[in-house]
């Protein structure tokens, strides 16, 4: 499985941004997760999508702002991100893995990583 993101890029605070997240070949895992990694600090969770059945979690900080949703016939998950903040200024990953529902939350379960995104926003 290989993981492409895309749609990085700088935006004032209070912007949006859409980020995408495209799966090569066969794609087997079930779980569609977003992370993110400011210089300087571990890599935290944003969110993800079982791609089962459309079930998502969001890291609070984001909840009602940020929305996963995803195109089975494309193979790709979308994050969209909207009243950015400063503080959301980091780089994004995409990951895949077949993943226990009580860790999706936990970077290390997954096995599969996009290359990463930059998004900055400026206050």
């Known amino acids: 499985v290989q993981l492409q993101a895309s749609g990085g890029g700088s935006v004032q605070a209070g912007g949006s941004l859409r980020l995408s997240c495209a799966a090569s070949a066969i794609f087997s895992q079930n779980h569609m997760g977003w992370f993110r990694q400011a210089p300087g600090k571990d890599r935290e969770f944003v969110g993800v999508i079982t791609w089962r059945d459309g079930n998502k979690d969001y890291e609070d900080s984001v909840r009602g702002r940020f929305t996963i949703f995803r195109n089975g016939a494309r193979r790709q998950v979308y994050l969209q991100m909207n009243r950015l903040r400063p503080e959301d200024t980091s780089v994004y990953y995409c990951?895949?893995?077949?993943?226990?529902?009580?860790?999706?939350?936990?970077?290390?379960?997954?096995?599969?990583w996009g290359q990463g995104t930059l998004v900055t926003v400026s206050s």
């Open positions: 990951a895949a893995g077949n993943v226990i529902t009580s860790t999706v939350r936990d970077s290390i379960r997954y096995p599969y």
